[in-house]
């Protein structure tokens, strides 16, 4: 059974540029999450889906960062313009609609200099 | 609400030894508890997890994890480190919505000495 397909895996850009991450989740996985892992902390949930509405983006940092899922599978995180302190890793995970087991990609690993 | 705390940011033991790594949690629900493992530049691993049956846990890798209520805590153990366990762990509750989300704990990493 294939994974959590993330890409790219690592960028680099400079502060005030854009960037957009993209997930594919595991087939069937009808809930779809994006955390924010920043170096020396646990990951933070900045988004959750179930199929293509939004569950919970409270901690979503709304004037700069969005997401979308279109269609209920794959989905884009958008970061503009970023800032020094968004450098993290960016994990997306996937479920099945119970949410018990929750299933992560390997990450993308942004750097904003 | 709910959240979780890692006793101790780093743990070192020898090969061959105990591998204890704490977690305590707070949730005004039942909880559904996991351990997670990271390995270096790569995403989250499930190693285990509490979904309010058995008490006592078995996960992969020969890790195990004991719930309990009175102490709210779930630590992990592993009666011998190997070298291939280092890596960081992390201790997470589920959201009290049981929506699925995640509330994880800071981390602890594990070193193994030869």
């Known amino acids: 059974e294939a994974g959590v397909a993330q890409s790219p895996r690592y960028k680099i850009i400079e502060k005030r540029q854009s960037v957009a991450f993209w997930c594919n989740p595991i087939?069937?996985?009808?809930?779809l999450y994006w955390y924010q892992q920043i170096l020396g902390q646990g990951p933070k949930l900045l988004i959750q889906f179930q199929n293509n509405g939004v569950v919970d983006d409270s901690q979503l940092p709304k004037d700069r960062f969005s997401a979308e899922r279109l269609k209920g599978v794959d989905s884009t995180l958008k970061i503009q313009p970023a800032k020094l302190e968004d450098s993290a890793v960016y994990l997306c995970?996937?479920?099945?609609?119970?949410?018990?087991?929750?299933?992560f990609g390997e990450g993308s690993w942004l750097t904003v200099v | 609400a709910q959240s979780v705390t890692q006793l101790g940011s780093h743990v070192s033991v020898s090969e061959g030894a105990l591998v204890l790594l704490r977690c305590n949690y707070s949730s005004s629900v039942p909880p559904y508890l996991f351990w997670y493992v990271q390995y270096p530049n790569q995403g989250l691993q499930l190693l285990l997890k509490?979904?309010?049956?058995?008490?006592l846990v078995k996960g992969i890798n020969g890790f195990e994890a004991e719930f309990k209520k009175s102490e709210t805590s779930f630590h992990l153990t592993k009666p011998s480190a190997h070298m291939s366990d280092a890596a960081e762990y992390f201790c997470?509750?589920?959201?009290?919505?049981?929506?699925?989300?995640?509330?994880f704990g800071q981390g602890t990493t594990l070193q193994v000495k030869p």
């Open positions: 087939s069937g996985h009808a809930t």
């Open positions: 995970a996937s479920s099945l609609p119970n949410g018990n087991t929750i299933y």
């Open positions: 997470a509750v589920s959201g009290s919505s049981n929506t699925g989300k995640l509330i």
């Open positions: 509490y979904t309010s049956a058995a008490t």
